[in-house]
Protein backbone atom coordinates (compact mmCIF):
# COMPACT_ATOMS: atom_id res chain seq x y z
CA UNK A 1 0.00 0.00 0.00
CA UNK A 2 1.38 3.61 -0.93
CA UNK A 3 -0.57 6.68 -0.11
CA UNK A 4 0.52 9.99 -0.27
CA UNK A 5 0.31 11.60 2.98
CA UNK A 6 -1.02 15.23 3.78
CA UNK A 7 0.25 15.78 6.72
CA UNK A 8 3.63 18.37 7.29
CA UNK A 9 5.04 16.73 9.96
CA UNK A 10 5.85 13.14 8.51
CA UNK A 11 6.49 14.72 5.58
CA UNK A 12 9.55 16.98 6.60
CA UNK A 13 10.93 13.58 8.58
CA UNK A 14 10.59 11.78 4.89
CA UNK A 15 13.25 13.98 3.75
CA UNK A 16 15.67 12.59 5.39
CA UNK A 17 15.24 8.68 4.32
CA UNK A 18 18.29 8.33 1.66
CA UNK A 19 17.28 6.55 -0.84
CA UNK A 20 14.94 7.00 -4.12
CA UNK A 21 15.05 4.90 -6.68
CA UNK A 22 13.96 5.34 -10.01
CA UNK A 23 10.57 3.89 -9.59
CA UNK A 24 9.47 6.69 -7.45
CA UNK A 25 10.13 4.83 -4.55
CA UNK A 26 10.04 6.87 -2.14
CA UNK A 27 6.59 8.21 -2.89
CA UNK A 28 5.15 5.35 -2.82
CA UNK A 29 6.74 5.13 0.73
CA UNK A 30 5.03 8.37 1.78
CA UNK A 31 1.85 7.53 0.55
CA UNK A 32 1.83 4.67 2.51
CA UNK A 33 1.33 6.74 5.99
CA UNK A 34 -1.80 8.58 4.69
CA UNK A 35 -4.19 7.37 7.11
CA UNK A 36 -1.75 5.74 9.14
CA UNK A 37 -1.07 8.92 11.20
CA UNK A 38 -4.48 7.56 12.69
CA UNK A 39 -2.44 4.32 14.60
CA UNK A 40 -1.41 7.20 17.02
CA UNK A 41 -5.32 8.28 17.64
CA UNK A 42 -6.80 4.57 17.40
CA UNK A 43 -6.26 1.16 18.55
CA UNK A 44 -8.29 -2.13 17.62
CA UNK A 45 -11.56 -1.58 20.00
CA UNK A 46 -11.67 -4.70 22.51
CA UNK A 47 -15.68 -3.66 22.99
CA UNK A 48 -15.28 -5.93 19.63
CA UNK A 49 -13.63 -8.77 20.42
CA UNK A 50 -16.50 -10.58 21.38
CA UNK A 51 -17.70 -11.81 17.93
CA UNK A 52 -16.98 -12.87 14.44
CA UNK A 53 -18.25 -11.31 11.77
CA UNK A 54 -18.62 -13.57 8.98
CA UNK A 55 -20.46 -11.53 6.18
CA UNK A 56 -21.25 -7.79 5.34
CA UNK A 57 -23.83 -6.16 2.56
CA UNK A 58 -23.10 -3.00 2.20
CA UNK A 59 -25.45 -0.93 0.48
CA UNK A 60 -23.97 2.78 -0.85
CA UNK A 61 -25.43 5.60 -2.25
CA UNK A 62 -23.20 8.33 -3.47
CA UNK A 63 -22.56 10.98 -6.30
CA UNK A 64 -18.85 12.23 -6.70
CA UNK A 65 -19.89 15.50 -6.84
CA UNK A 66 -21.41 15.58 -3.40
CA UNK A 67 -19.83 14.88 -0.07
CA UNK A 68 -22.12 13.02 1.72
CA UNK A 69 -23.60 9.12 1.73
CA UNK A 70 -26.25 6.77 2.92
CA UNK A 71 -25.63 3.67 3.69
CA UNK A 72 -27.58 0.13 4.79
CA UNK A 73 -25.32 -2.13 5.97
CA UNK A 74 -26.03 -5.58 6.99
CA UNK A 75 -23.66 -7.76 9.35
CA UNK A 76 -23.81 -11.42 9.81
CA UNK A 77 -22.07 -12.15 13.05
CA UNK A 78 -21.18 -14.99 15.19
CA UNK A 79 -21.30 -14.56 19.08
CA UNK A 80 -18.00 -15.57 20.64
CA UNK A 81 -19.33 -15.11 24.31
CA UNK A 82 -22.94 -14.51 25.43
CA UNK A 83 -23.95 -11.32 24.40
CA UNK A 84 -26.38 -8.83 25.83
CA UNK A 85 -25.39 -5.87 23.04
CA UNK A 86 -23.18 -5.64 20.06
CA UNK A 87 -20.42 -2.78 19.18
CA UNK A 88 -19.47 -1.27 16.03
CA UNK A 89 -16.63 0.99 15.38
CA UNK A 90 -18.56 4.02 13.64
CA UNK A 91 -17.07 7.69 13.68
CA UNK A 92 -19.44 10.36 15.31
CA UNK A 93 -18.50 13.96 14.58
CA UNK A 94 -19.37 16.71 17.10
CA UNK A 95 -20.61 19.25 14.38
CA UNK A 96 -22.77 17.04 12.35
CA UNK A 97 -22.91 13.27 13.34
CA UNK A 98 -24.65 10.91 11.22
CA UNK A 99 -28.25 10.49 10.89
CA UNK A 100 -29.29 6.91 11.89
CA UNK A 101 -32.25 5.85 10.12
CA UNK A 102 -33.00 2.68 11.70
CA UNK A 103 -31.20 -0.25 13.28
CA UNK A 104 -33.20 -3.69 13.06
CA UNK A 105 -32.68 -7.07 13.78
CA UNK A 106 -35.41 -10.02 12.09
CA UNK A 107 -37.33 -6.49 11.20
CA UNK A 108 -37.55 -5.41 14.82
CA UNK A 109 -36.62 -1.96 15.50
CA UNK A 110 -33.70 -2.18 18.11
CA UNK A 111 -32.39 0.58 20.77
CA UNK A 112 -28.81 1.89 20.52
CA UNK A 113 -26.06 4.83 21.79
CA UNK A 114 -23.84 6.38 19.48
CA UNK A 115 -20.80 7.28 22.02
CA UNK A 116 -18.22 10.00 21.78
CA UNK A 117 -15.68 6.99 21.58
CA UNK A 118 -17.09 6.30 18.22
CA UNK A 119 -18.67 3.27 19.16
CA UNK A 120 -22.48 2.21 17.95
CA UNK A 121 -23.51 0.52 20.67
CA UNK A 122 -26.93 -1.56 19.59
CA UNK A 123 -29.12 -2.85 22.62
CA UNK A 124 -29.87 -7.02 21.15
CA UNK A 125 -33.59 -7.99 22.13
CA UNK A 126 -32.68 -11.25 23.54
CA UNK A 127 -29.04 -12.70 24.77
CA UNK A 128 -27.14 -13.98 22.35
CA UNK A 129 -25.76 -17.42 23.23
CA UNK A 130 -21.66 -18.43 22.34
CA UNK A 131 -21.60 -19.85 18.88
CA UNK A 132 -24.56 -18.67 17.81
CA UNK A 133 -25.26 -16.20 14.74
CA UNK A 134 -27.06 -12.98 14.53
CA UNK A 135 -27.87 -10.38 11.41
CA UNK A 136 -28.29 -6.70 12.39
CA UNK A 137 -28.71 -3.88 9.82
CA UNK A 138 -28.04 -0.46 10.27
CA UNK A 139 -29.79 2.53 7.55
CA UNK A 140 -27.84 5.64 8.09
CA UNK A 141 -26.87 8.63 6.23
CA UNK A 142 -24.77 11.96 6.40
CA UNK A 143 -21.52 13.72 5.61
CA UNK A 144 -18.35 11.03 6.30
CA UNK A 145 -15.36 12.04 8.82
CA UNK A 146 -12.42 13.52 7.60
CA UNK A 147 -10.39 12.31 10.73
CA UNK A 148 -8.45 9.76 8.42
CA UNK A 149 -9.61 11.05 5.17
CA UNK A 150 -10.93 7.56 4.14
CA UNK A 151 -13.64 9.00 1.99
CA UNK A 152 -12.75 11.47 -0.35
CA UNK A 153 -14.41 13.62 -3.02
CA UNK A 154 -12.46 15.40 -5.78
CA UNK A 155 -12.28 16.02 -9.62
CA UNK A 156 -9.68 15.19 -12.30
CA UNK A 157 -9.58 17.22 -15.54
CA UNK A 158 -12.90 18.83 -13.97
CA UNK A 159 -14.75 15.38 -13.42
CA UNK A 160 -16.01 14.67 -10.37
CA UNK A 161 -14.92 11.29 -8.56
CA UNK A 162 -15.25 9.44 -5.64
CA UNK A 163 -13.28 6.96 -3.53
CA UNK A 164 -12.27 5.63 0.00
CA UNK A 165 -8.97 4.53 1.40
CA UNK A 166 -9.59 2.73 5.20
CA UNK A 167 -6.05 1.92 5.97
CA UNK A 168 -5.76 1.21 8.42
CA UNK A 169 -8.66 2.35 10.54
CA UNK A 170 -10.83 4.85 8.34
CA UNK A 171 -13.24 2.37 7.57
CA UNK A 172 -15.34 3.73 10.69
CA UNK A 173 -15.28 7.52 9.09
CA UNK A 174 -17.89 5.82 6.53
CA UNK A 175 -19.74 2.72 7.61
CA UNK A 176 -20.52 1.06 10.48
CA UNK A 177 -17.83 -1.87 10.68
CA UNK A 178 -14.96 -4.06 13.28
CA UNK A 179 -11.78 -3.09 12.48
CA UNK A 180 -8.61 -4.64 13.73
CA UNK A 181 -5.83 -7.66 12.96
CA UNK A 182 -7.52 -10.02 14.07
CA UNK A 183 -11.15 -10.65 12.32
CA UNK A 184 -11.85 -11.04 8.31
CA UNK A 185 -15.03 -10.91 6.78
CA UNK A 186 -15.59 -14.22 5.35
CA UNK A 187 -17.39 -12.70 2.12
CA UNK A 188 -19.08 -9.38 1.46
CA UNK A 189 -21.63 -8.06 -1.34
CA UNK A 190 -20.80 -4.29 -2.31
CA UNK A 191 -23.94 -2.14 -3.95
CA UNK A 192 -23.19 0.84 -5.47
CA UNK A 193 -26.00 3.49 -6.35
CA UNK A 194 -24.50 6.12 -8.59
CA UNK A 195 -25.69 8.64 -10.94
CA UNK A 196 -26.13 6.92 -14.05
CA UNK A 197 -22.95 8.67 -16.38
CA UNK A 198 -20.55 7.11 -13.76
CA UNK A 199 -18.54 3.69 -13.55
CA UNK A 200 -18.75 2.15 -10.00
CA UNK A 201 -15.57 0.48 -9.00
CA UNK A 202 -15.10 -2.33 -5.15
CA UNK A 203 -14.09 -5.60 -4.57
CA UNK A 204 -14.41 -9.13 -6.12
CA UNK A 205 -16.40 -9.35 -9.33
CA UNK A 206 -18.85 -7.31 -10.78
CA UNK A 207 -22.38 -9.17 -10.85
CA UNK A 208 -24.74 -6.86 -11.93
CA UNK A 209 -25.83 -3.28 -13.29
CA UNK A 210 -29.30 -2.14 -12.82
CA UNK A 211 -30.88 0.94 -13.99
CA UNK A 212 -32.88 2.58 -11.81
CA UNK A 213 -34.91 4.75 -13.84
CA UNK A 214 -34.12 7.88 -12.16
CA UNK A 215 -30.75 9.02 -13.19
CA UNK A 216 -29.17 6.26 -11.24
CA UNK A 217 -27.89 2.51 -11.12
CA UNK A 218 -26.77 0.57 -8.89
CA UNK A 219 -23.61 -2.00 -9.29
CA UNK A 220 -23.39 -4.99 -7.56
CA UNK A 221 -19.51 -6.28 -6.73
CA UNK A 222 -19.69 -10.10 -4.64
CA UNK A 223 -16.25 -10.67 -2.80
CA UNK A 224 -15.98 -14.34 -1.66
CA UNK A 225 -12.56 -14.13 -0.04
CA UNK A 226 -11.65 -13.35 3.69
CA UNK A 227 -10.84 -9.56 3.74
CA UNK A 228 -10.77 -7.37 6.39
CA UNK A 229 -12.26 -4.04 6.58
CA UNK A 230 -9.56 -1.49 5.54
CA UNK A 231 -9.20 -3.40 2.51
CA UNK A 232 -12.91 -2.80 1.36
CA UNK A 233 -13.12 0.14 -1.35
CA UNK A 234 -15.64 1.66 -3.75
CA UNK A 235 -14.79 4.16 -6.47
CA UNK A 236 -17.16 6.38 -8.56
CA UNK A 237 -16.09 8.60 -12.03
CA UNK A 238 -16.22 8.45 -15.54
CA UNK A 239 -14.20 5.81 -15.88
CA UNK A 240 -12.86 4.15 -18.77
CA UNK A 241 -12.58 0.02 -18.60
CA UNK A 242 -9.28 -1.32 -20.28
CA UNK A 243 -9.43 -5.53 -20.23
CA UNK A 244 -6.70 -7.32 -19.50
CA UNK A 245 -5.95 -11.37 -19.32
CA UNK A 246 -3.95 -12.51 -16.22
CA UNK A 247 -2.58 -16.40 -15.10
CA UNK A 248 -0.49 -18.89 -16.83
CA UNK A 249 -3.50 -20.51 -19.13
CA UNK A 250 -2.74 -24.23 -17.93
CA UNK A 251 -5.61 -26.68 -17.93
CA UNK A 252 -4.87 -25.87 -13.80
CA UNK A 253 -4.54 -22.49 -13.71
CA UNK A 254 -6.87 -20.78 -16.38
CA UNK A 255 -6.77 -17.38 -17.42
CA UNK A 256 -8.50 -14.42 -15.42
CA UNK A 257 -9.76 -10.83 -16.00
CA UNK A 258 -7.86 -7.82 -15.23
CA UNK A 259 -9.68 -4.79 -15.39
CA UNK A 260 -8.63 -1.61 -15.18
CA UNK A 261 -10.67 1.64 -14.33
CA UNK A 262 -8.91 4.50 -15.94
CA UNK A 263 -9.17 7.85 -16.66
CA UNK A 264 -10.51 8.63 -19.98
CA UNK A 265 -8.47 11.82 -20.55
CA UNK A 266 -4.97 9.91 -20.09
CA UNK A 267 -5.93 6.69 -21.27
CA UNK A 268 -3.62 5.58 -24.33
CA UNK A 269 -0.96 6.67 -21.68
CA UNK A 270 -2.18 4.69 -19.02
CA UNK A 271 -2.61 1.45 -20.99
CA UNK A 272 1.11 1.69 -22.41
CA UNK A 273 2.23 1.53 -18.78
CA UNK A 274 -0.23 -0.82 -18.14
CA UNK A 275 0.73 -3.41 -20.81
CA UNK A 276 3.20 -5.11 -18.15
CA UNK A 277 1.10 -5.74 -15.74
CA UNK A 278 0.34 -9.57 -17.07
CA UNK A 279 3.47 -10.57 -17.58
CA UNK A 280 4.44 -9.38 -14.21
CA UNK A 281 0.88 -11.35 -12.88
CA UNK A 282 2.85 -14.14 -14.48
CA UNK A 283 5.98 -14.15 -13.10
CA UNK A 284 4.41 -13.85 -9.59
CA UNK A 285 2.29 -17.23 -10.03
CA UNK A 286 4.93 -18.60 -11.81
CA UNK A 287 7.27 -17.80 -8.56
CA UNK A 288 5.02 -18.12 -5.40
CA UNK A 289 1.61 -19.95 -6.81
CA UNK A 290 -1.80 -18.89 -8.08
CA UNK A 291 -3.07 -15.45 -7.62
CA UNK A 292 -5.25 -15.94 -4.19
CA UNK A 293 -8.37 -14.40 -6.23
CA UNK A 294 -8.57 -15.56 -9.35
CA UNK A 295 -11.99 -16.72 -8.74
CA UNK A 296 -12.47 -12.91 -9.37
CA UNK A 297 -10.39 -10.80 -11.06
CA UNK A 298 -7.49 -8.45 -10.46
CA UNK A 299 -7.37 -4.68 -11.62
CA UNK A 300 -6.77 -1.30 -10.97
CA UNK A 301 -9.10 1.63 -10.26
CA UNK A 302 -7.15 5.17 -10.62
CA UNK A 303 -7.57 8.01 -7.76
CA UNK A 304 -6.54 10.96 -6.68
CA UNK A 305 -3.63 9.94 -4.08
CA UNK A 306 -0.07 9.90 -5.48
CA UNK A 307 0.79 6.18 -4.64
CA UNK A 308 -1.33 3.38 -4.39
CA UNK A 309 -3.11 1.13 -2.09
CA UNK A 310 -3.31 -2.72 -2.85
CA UNK A 311 -7.50 -3.08 -1.91
CA UNK A 312 -8.28 -6.75 -2.81
CA UNK A 313 -8.58 -7.76 -6.40
CA UNK A 314 -8.29 -3.74 -7.23
CA UNK A 315 -5.56 -1.79 -6.70
CA UNK A 316 -6.38 1.75 -6.16
CA UNK A 317 -3.50 3.64 -7.80
CA UNK A 318 -2.16 7.34 -8.47
CA UNK A 319 0.58 7.07 -10.86
CA UNK A 320 1.84 3.92 -12.77
CA UNK A 321 5.61 3.48 -12.68
CA UNK A 322 6.28 -0.21 -13.09
CA UNK A 323 7.78 -0.71 -9.19
CA UNK A 324 4.39 0.66 -8.11
CA UNK A 325 2.48 -1.99 -10.25
CA UNK A 326 4.76 -4.65 -9.02
CA UNK A 327 4.62 -3.77 -5.40
CA UNK A 328 0.64 -3.24 -5.35
CA UNK A 329 0.31 -6.73 -7.10
CA UNK A 330 2.46 -8.31 -4.43
CA UNK A 331 0.30 -7.43 -1.72
CA UNK A 332 -2.50 -9.18 -3.12
CA UNK A 333 -0.40 -12.06 -1.69
CA UNK A 334 2.00 -10.60 1.36
CA UNK A 335 -0.39 -8.43 2.85
CA UNK A 336 -4.00 -9.20 1.33
CA UNK A 337 -4.44 -13.15 1.49
CA UNK A 338 -1.63 -13.48 4.57
CA UNK A 339 -2.00 -9.78 6.09
CA UNK A 340 0.43 -9.27 9.34
CA UNK A 341 -1.01 -10.38 12.50
CA UNK A 342 0.28 -7.22 14.24
CA UNK A 343 2.06 -3.61 13.11
CA UNK A 344 4.90 -4.53 14.85
CA UNK A 345 5.10 -7.63 11.74
CA UNK A 346 4.34 -5.46 9.45
CA UNK A 347 7.70 -6.09 7.11
CA UNK A 348 5.86 -8.84 6.50
CA UNK A 349 3.52 -6.91 4.42
CA UNK A 350 5.79 -4.50 3.08
CA UNK A 351 9.56 -5.78 3.20
CA UNK A 352 8.70 -9.08 1.43
CA UNK A 353 6.25 -7.26 -0.78
CA UNK A 354 8.91 -4.68 -1.77
CA UNK A 355 11.60 -7.77 -2.64
CA UNK A 356 8.95 -9.44 -4.95
CA UNK A 357 9.16 -6.10 -6.88
CA UNK A 358 12.94 -6.31 -7.13
CA UNK A 359 11.90 -10.01 -8.85
CA UNK A 360 10.48 -7.89 -11.52
CA UNK A 361 14.02 -6.45 -11.71
CA UNK A 362 15.85 -9.52 -11.93
CA UNK A 363 14.05 -11.25 -14.03
CA UNK A 364 12.92 -8.41 -16.69
CA UNK A 365 15.75 -6.29 -16.90
CA UNK A 366 18.39 -9.08 -15.83
CA UNK A 367 21.19 -9.44 -13.05
CA UNK A 368 22.98 -6.02 -13.58
CA UNK A 369 20.13 -3.99 -12.86
CA UNK A 370 18.86 -6.48 -9.91
CA UNK A 371 22.22 -5.94 -8.44
CA UNK A 372 21.89 -2.25 -8.89
CA UNK A 373 18.77 -2.49 -6.91
CA UNK A 374 19.85 -4.00 -4.11
CA UNK A 375 23.21 -1.91 -3.71
CA UNK A 376 20.39 0.70 -3.48
CA UNK A 377 18.79 -1.05 -1.32
CA UNK A 378 22.02 -1.73 0.92
CA UNK A 379 22.95 1.51 0.78
CA UNK A 380 19.75 3.01 2.11
CA UNK A 381 20.10 1.09 4.89
CA UNK A 382 23.41 1.12 6.17
CA UNK A 383 22.77 5.06 5.73
CA UNK A 384 22.49 4.91 9.71
CA UNK A 385 23.96 2.18 11.95
CA UNK A 386 20.74 1.46 13.83
CA UNK A 387 17.28 -0.44 12.72
CA UNK A 388 15.24 -3.29 13.86
CA UNK A 389 13.08 -4.82 11.69
CA UNK A 390 10.49 -6.52 13.97
CA UNK A 391 8.86 -3.47 16.19
CA UNK A 392 8.85 -2.38 19.90
CA UNK A 393 5.61 -1.45 21.66
CA UNK A 394 7.11 2.02 21.94
CA UNK A 395 7.50 2.21 17.81
CA UNK A 396 4.05 0.93 16.79
CA UNK A 397 2.69 4.22 17.92
CA UNK A 398 5.37 6.46 15.55
CA UNK A 399 3.95 6.19 12.18
CA UNK A 400 6.96 7.36 10.60
CA UNK A 401 8.70 4.10 11.89
CA UNK A 402 6.09 1.61 10.97
CA UNK A 403 6.55 2.96 7.59
CA UNK A 404 10.21 3.65 7.23
CA UNK A 405 11.58 3.57 3.98
CA UNK A 406 15.15 2.21 5.24
CA UNK A 407 14.04 -0.31 7.29
CA UNK A 408 10.60 -1.84 7.16
CA UNK A 409 10.80 -1.67 3.39
CA UNK A 410 14.71 -1.48 2.57
CA UNK A 411 15.44 -3.84 4.87
CA UNK A 412 12.85 -5.55 4.89
CA UNK A 413 13.29 -6.45 1.17
CA UNK A 414 17.36 -7.48 1.82
CA UNK A 415 16.50 -9.59 4.61
CA UNK A 416 14.42 -11.32 2.24
CA UNK A 417 16.66 -11.33 0.14
CA UNK A 418 19.40 -12.73 2.10
CA UNK A 419 16.82 -15.51 3.34
CA UNK A 420 16.79 -16.42 -0.19
CA UNK A 421 20.57 -16.70 -0.30
CA UNK A 422 21.32 -18.41 2.45
CA UNK A 423 18.70 -21.46 1.84
CA UNK A 424 18.92 -21.39 -2.29
CA UNK A 425 16.45 -20.68 -4.81
CA UNK A 426 14.61 -23.89 -4.63
CA UNK A 427 14.08 -23.94 -0.73
CA UNK A 428 13.11 -20.10 -0.63
CA UNK A 429 10.47 -19.88 -3.62
CA UNK A 430 8.91 -23.22 -1.62
CA UNK A 431 8.60 -21.88 1.83
CA UNK A 432 7.08 -18.64 0.27
CA UNK A 433 4.34 -20.96 -1.49
CA UNK A 434 4.41 -23.04 1.67
CA UNK A 435 3.63 -19.96 4.05
CA UNK A 436 0.62 -18.89 1.56
CA UNK A 437 -0.67 -22.24 1.28
CA UNK A 438 -0.85 -23.03 5.39
CA UNK A 439 -4.57 -23.42 6.34
CA UNK A 440 -3.57 -21.60 9.15
CA UNK A 441 -2.51 -18.05 7.59
CA UNK A 442 -4.29 -18.67 4.37
CA UNK A 443 -6.88 -15.86 4.16
CA UNK A 444 -5.76 -14.78 7.80
CA UNK A 445 -2.95 -13.39 9.91
CA UNK A 446 0.55 -14.25 9.74
CA UNK A 447 3.71 -13.59 12.78
CA UNK A 448 7.16 -13.45 12.67
CA UNK A 449 7.63 -16.83 14.01
CA UNK A 450 5.36 -18.13 11.81
CA UNK A 451 6.78 -17.27 8.90
CA UNK A 452 10.09 -18.26 10.53
CA UNK A 453 8.79 -21.43 11.16
CA UNK A 454 8.54 -22.55 7.01
CA UNK A 455 11.80 -21.31 6.27
CA UNK A 456 12.81 -23.84 8.90
CA UNK A 457 10.54 -26.56 7.51
CA UNK A 458 11.80 -26.28 4.13
CA UNK A 459 15.52 -25.92 4.28
CA UNK A 460 16.04 -27.95 7.57
CA UNK A 461 17.89 -25.39 9.32
CA UNK A 462 17.73 -23.48 12.51
CA UNK A 463 16.68 -19.11 11.90
CA UNK A 464 16.69 -18.34 15.35
CA UNK A 465 20.40 -16.83 15.77
CA UNK A 466 19.53 -15.41 12.11
CA UNK A 467 16.56 -13.36 13.04
CA UNK A 468 17.81 -12.59 15.94
CA UNK A 469 20.45 -11.00 14.38
CA UNK A 470 18.87 -9.19 11.24
CA UNK A 471 14.90 -9.07 12.32
CA UNK A 472 14.67 -8.42 15.89
CA UNK A 473 18.40 -6.56 16.57
CA UNK A 474 20.00 -3.87 14.98
CA UNK A 475 22.95 -3.30 12.98
CA UNK A 476 25.11 -4.79 10.02
CA UNK A 477 28.77 -5.87 10.07
CA UNK A 478 31.68 -4.79 8.38
CA UNK A 479 33.69 -6.78 6.69
CA UNK A 480 37.52 -7.17 6.45
CA UNK A 481 38.80 -9.83 3.83
CA UNK A 482 42.06 -10.65 3.33
CA UNK A 483 43.40 -13.24 0.31
CA UNK A 484 46.91 -14.92 0.28
CA UNK A 485 48.21 -16.94 -2.69
CA UNK A 486 49.96 -20.11 -1.11
CA UNK A 487 51.08 -22.39 -4.05
CA UNK A 488 50.73 -25.28 -5.07
CA UNK A 489 47.24 -24.41 -6.27
CA UNK A 490 46.06 -22.62 -3.44
CA UNK A 491 44.80 -19.11 -1.52
CA UNK A 492 43.79 -18.65 1.99
CA UNK A 493 41.28 -16.36 2.85
CA UNK A 494 41.13 -14.50 6.05
CA UNK A 495 37.75 -12.86 7.53
CA UNK A 496 37.33 -10.52 10.05
CA UNK A 497 33.65 -8.25 10.92
CA UNK A 498 33.23 -5.41 13.15
CA UNK A 499 29.91 -4.16 13.94
CA UNK A 500 27.44 -0.95 13.35
CA UNK A 501 25.42 -1.38 16.50
CA UNK A 502 26.59 -3.00 19.66
CA UNK A 503 23.05 -5.32 19.97
CA UNK A 504 24.70 -8.09 17.53
CA UNK A 505 27.81 -9.62 18.68
CA UNK A 506 28.32 -11.58 15.33
CA UNK A 507 26.75 -11.82 11.74
CA UNK A 508 27.09 -15.26 11.18
CA UNK A 509 26.55 -15.25 7.35
CA UNK A 510 27.74 -17.36 3.98
CA UNK A 511 29.90 -15.37 1.84
CA UNK A 512 30.73 -14.92 -1.45
CA UNK A 513 34.31 -14.14 -2.19
CA UNK A 514 35.63 -13.92 -6.09
CA UNK A 515 39.27 -14.68 -6.17
CA UNK A 516 40.47 -12.95 -9.90
CA UNK A 517 43.66 -14.26 -11.47
CA UNK A 518 46.30 -12.34 -13.98
CA UNK A 519 44.59 -13.48 -17.45
CA UNK A 520 41.28 -12.08 -16.28
CA UNK A 521 40.02 -15.73 -14.49
CA UNK A 522 37.65 -15.50 -11.64
CA UNK A 523 36.64 -18.46 -9.32
CA UNK A 524 33.41 -17.51 -6.62
CA UNK A 525 33.81 -19.41 -3.31
CA UNK A 526 30.70 -19.52 -0.80
CA UNK A 527 32.28 -19.78 2.77
CA UNK A 528 30.33 -20.15 5.83
CA UNK A 529 32.06 -16.90 8.02
CA UNK A 530 30.93 -18.01 11.97
CA UNK A 531 33.71 -16.14 14.01
CA UNK A 532 36.32 -13.47 13.36
CA UNK A 533 39.77 -13.39 12.23
CA UNK A 534 38.64 -17.17 10.52
CA UNK A 535 40.96 -18.78 7.89
CA UNK A 536 39.40 -21.01 4.55
CA UNK A 537 42.35 -22.44 2.75
CA UNK A 538 40.81 -22.56 -0.64
CA UNK A 539 41.69 -24.46 -4.26
CA UNK A 540 42.66 -21.85 -6.93
CA UNK A 541 43.93 -22.74 -10.46
CA UNK A 542 45.56 -19.51 -10.87
CA UNK A 543 47.67 -16.38 -9.41
CA UNK A 544 45.53 -14.36 -7.65
CA UNK A 545 45.81 -10.84 -8.01
CA UNK A 546 42.93 -9.63 -6.71
CA UNK A 547 39.57 -10.22 -4.58
CA UNK A 548 36.01 -8.68 -4.43
CA UNK A 549 33.78 -9.16 -1.80
CA UNK A 550 29.59 -10.07 -2.35
CA UNK A 551 29.98 -9.41 -5.80
CA UNK A 552 26.09 -9.88 -6.63
CA UNK A 553 25.49 -7.63 -3.38
CA UNK A 554 23.37 -10.37 -1.86
CA UNK A 555 24.39 -9.15 2.42
CA UNK A 556 23.68 -6.01 4.26
CA UNK A 557 27.19 -4.73 4.95
CA UNK A 558 28.88 -1.55 4.78
CA UNK A 559 32.51 0.16 4.47
CA UNK A 560 33.94 -3.64 3.75
CA UNK A 561 37.63 -3.74 2.55
CA UNK A 562 39.02 -6.78 0.88
CA UNK A 563 42.46 -6.96 0.15
CA UNK A 564 45.67 -9.09 -1.41
CA UNK A 565 47.70 -9.82 0.92
CA UNK A 566 51.98 -9.36 0.36
CA UNK A 567 52.75 -11.27 3.17
CA UNK A 568 55.67 -13.46 2.42
CA UNK A 569 54.73 -17.18 2.16
CA UNK A 570 55.81 -19.54 5.36
CA UNK A 571 54.15 -22.91 5.48
CA UNK A 572 53.53 -21.65 8.93
CA UNK A 573 51.35 -18.65 7.97
CA UNK A 574 48.85 -21.64 5.91
CA UNK A 575 47.90 -23.81 8.86
CA UNK A 576 44.86 -22.50 11.60
CA UNK A 577 42.41 -23.00 13.27
CA UNK A 578 38.93 -22.33 13.03
CA UNK A 579 36.62 -21.81 14.65
CA UNK A 580 38.60 -20.33 17.36
CA UNK A 581 37.22 -20.15 19.46
CA UNK A 582 34.95 -23.20 19.54
CA UNK A 583 32.72 -25.38 21.91
CA UNK A 584 32.61 -28.71 20.13
CA UNK A 585 34.08 -29.12 17.06
CA UNK A 586 37.44 -27.36 14.92
CA UNK A 587 39.28 -28.08 11.53
CA UNK A 588 42.55 -27.60 11.12
CA UNK A 589 42.82 -25.71 8.08
CA UNK A 590 46.19 -26.69 6.06
CA UNK A 591 47.40 -26.56 2.35
CA UNK A 592 46.87 -29.86 0.28
CA UNK A 593 50.68 -30.81 0.03
CA UNK A 594 50.80 -31.38 3.62
CA UNK A 595 49.16 -33.94 5.79
CA UNK A 596 48.61 -34.15 9.26
CA UNK A 597 50.67 -36.88 11.47
CA UNK A 598 49.72 -36.53 14.50
CA UNK A 599 47.64 -33.47 16.87
CA UNK A 600 48.77 -32.99 20.26
CA UNK A 601 46.36 -30.78 22.86
CA UNK A 602 48.36 -29.13 26.21
CA UNK A 603 45.92 -27.54 28.71
CA UNK A 604 47.57 -24.66 30.36
CA UNK A 605 49.61 -26.09 33.17
CA UNK A 606 51.52 -27.91 29.84
CA UNK A 607 49.63 -31.50 30.12
CA UNK A 608 48.51 -33.25 27.45
CA UNK A 609 45.13 -33.58 27.69
CA UNK A 610 43.65 -34.59 23.97
CA UNK A 611 45.69 -36.79 21.21
CA UNK A 612 44.42 -36.95 17.51
CA UNK A 613 45.66 -37.35 13.44
CA UNK A 614 42.58 -35.97 11.58
CA UNK A 615 41.70 -32.02 10.34
CA UNK A 616 38.21 -32.35 12.00
CA UNK A 617 38.18 -32.89 15.71
CA UNK A 618 35.67 -32.87 18.34
CA UNK A 619 36.59 -31.39 21.84
CA UNK A 620 33.85 -32.16 23.98
CA UNK A 621 35.66 -33.58 26.61
CA UNK A 622 38.29 -30.38 27.06
CA UNK A 623 37.56 -28.18 29.82
CA UNK A 624 36.98 -24.45 28.90
CA UNK A 625 40.01 -22.22 28.63
CA UNK A 626 42.98 -21.72 26.68
CA UNK A 627 45.17 -24.82 24.79
CA UNK A 628 47.78 -24.99 23.07
CA UNK A 629 48.11 -27.27 20.34
CA UNK A 630 50.74 -29.07 18.14
CA UNK A 631 50.59 -30.06 15.23
CA UNK A 632 53.30 -32.74 13.23
CA UNK A 633 52.69 -33.15 9.27
CA UNK A 634 54.86 -33.97 6.25
CA UNK A 635 56.57 -31.32 6.92
CA UNK A 636 57.63 -30.49 10.24
CA UNK A 637 55.77 -29.43 13.59
CA UNK A 638 53.91 -26.30 14.20
CA UNK A 639 52.38 -24.79 17.18
CA UNK A 640 48.78 -22.58 17.34
CA UNK A 641 47.10 -21.55 20.58
CA UNK A 642 43.38 -22.62 20.70
CA UNK A 643 40.05 -21.48 23.12
CA UNK A 644 37.94 -23.95 24.11
CA UNK A 645 34.48 -22.27 25.09
Not at 160 to 169: A, D, N, R
Amino acid sequence: MKKILLFSSIIHSLFSFSQVDNDGFQKMVESEMKSASSIQNFQSNPNTANYDITYHELKFTVDPAIYNIEGQVKTTFTALENMNTVIFDFYKKVSSPFTIISIKKDGINLSYTHNNSHELEINLPSTLTIGNSATIEISYSGVPSTAEQAFTTNTHSGMPILYTLSEPYGARDWWPCKQDLNDKIETIDVHITAPSQYISVSNGLEQSITDNGNGTKTTHYHHGYPIPAYLIAIAVTNYQIYNQQGGLGSTQSPFFPIVNYIYPENASTTQNSLAVTPTIMNLYESLIGEYPFRNEKYGHAQFGWGGGMEHTTVSFMGSWSRGLIAHEMAHQWFGNKVTCGSWKDIWLNEGITEYMSGLVVENLDGNTSFINWKQNKINSITSQPDGNLYLTDSQITNVNRIFSSRITYNKGAMVTNMIRYKIGDANFFQALKNYLADPNLAYKYATTPEFQNHLELVSGLDFSEFFNDWVYNEGYPIYTITAQNLGAGQAKITVNQSQSNSSVTFFEMPLLIRLIGDASQSQDFLINNTTNNEDFIVNVPFQVIDIEFDPNKDIISNNNTATLSNDYFTIDKTISISPNPSSNKIHINLPNTISIEKVLFFNALGQLVLTKKEKDITINSLSNGPYFIQITTNNGVFHKNFIKK
